[in-house]
């Protein structure tokens, strides 16, 4: 099999892939042609079908499996696929697991640091809320397996584990540098920041948002996960549960980017900084997944940066 991260221009493939995404379109001059994401466990890959007419091409949907036939051009920096041929694949002629895009990183030892740093956790109230959730074996199983998101940054399969380590690692050395801050409920909050994201997006292969998700979003999701959570727990401090949940509504930092409150403490401030830069460096990362090595063309604007980006020199 030849998986999307070894695709080079010039190739022609003939391959199986999971559809992503499927959008019927129009050029300029009328004319339809179909937009696809393709997609396996190694990455994403767009695709053009031009004339979706032909013989050639057999009806399908979204998340269908394909064997396609195309070529591989580069069109504004980044790989697509002039696809020629489509063929839907049955069960038993292809294998999921190769379709899904999962962390470069092992799950199981994501999990250990994550739970390596809540048994740091000195506070009582606040180590048992995290333990309540973590330390259980069916959240550990969905929290490994979901995505921090549908598109954005860490969409795949271990996303939401490694933007969750990620953010809290960045915080404990906030914590150690910053003498303001308080340890315990920066980390805590850093933990459980993004865990509205298990009910607003939908399990792989879909990894698409759920009506709650479209209603209510992960900020407040998750924030009724804590609230409901900390009810059940006797004699947790008022104040402590405010200050928690309020990290958690304003970790986008602004209103504009769907925070219901901006920060009010330090520790809101330093898990919002957290968080954006994650996700800023690993959209980045993500962006020059597929350009050759070597390539410093300018890859056009990226909705994430407001920029065109492009590799450094070096």
């Avoid at 399908?60 to 504004?76: E, P, T």
């Avoid at 059940?232 to 104040?239: E, Q």
Wanted: net charge negative; hydrophobic share 40%.
């Amino acid at each position: 099999m030849r998986y999307i991260e070894t695709l080079r221009e010039g190739e022609r493939i003939n391959e199986v892939y999971l559809c992503k995404n499927k959008q019927a379109s129009l050029t300029k001059a009328g004319k339809p042609f179909v937009s696809l994401i393709l997609q396996d466990k190694t990455g994403t890959l767009d695709a053009k079908i031009w004339d979706p007419s032909s013989l050639g091409i057999d009806d399908f949907d979204k998340l269908d499996y394909l064997n396609v036939v195309g070529d591989v051009i580069s069109f504004q920096g980044a790989l697509q696929l002039n696809v020629k041929r489509v063929r839907k694949m049955q069960q038993g002629e292809y294998d999921p697991k190769e379709y899904l895009p999962v962390s470069k990183y092992d799950p199981d030892q994501m999990y250990a640091q994550l739970m390596a740093i809540i048994q740091k956790i000195s506070n009582p109230y606040l180590k048992q809320l995290s333990s309540s959730f973590f330390g259980s074996p069916e959240f550990a199983d969905s929290f490994k397996f979901h995505s921090a998101a549908k598109t954005m940054h860490h969409g795949f399969v271990g996303g939401l584990l490694q933007h969750t380590l990620s953010v809290a690692l960045l915080c404990e050395k906030f914590a150690a540098h910053y003498k303001i801050l308080n340890h315990d409920l920066l980390v805590t909050a850093a933990i459980f920041h993004d865990i509205g994201k298990l009910k607003e997006i939908s399990r792989f292969p879909e990894n698409d948002y759920t009506d709650d998700g479209q209603l209510l979003g992960h900020i407040i999701i998750g924030s009724q996960m804590l609230a409901e959570r900390i009810a059940a727990i006797p004699d947790f401090p008022p104040k402590l549960s405010s200050e928690l949940i309020h990290c958690i509504l304003a970790h986008h930092g602004e209103l504009e980017y769907g925070s219901p409150k901006k920060p009010a403490l330090a520790e809101a401030v330093a898990l919002s900084f957290a968080d954006n830069l994650d996700a800023k460096l690993e959209a980045m990362e993500e962006a020059f997944a597929n350009v050759p090595d070597g390539n410093t063309d300018w890859l056009g604007f990226h909705r994430s940066f407001e920029s065109n980006i492009r590799k450094t020199s070096v």
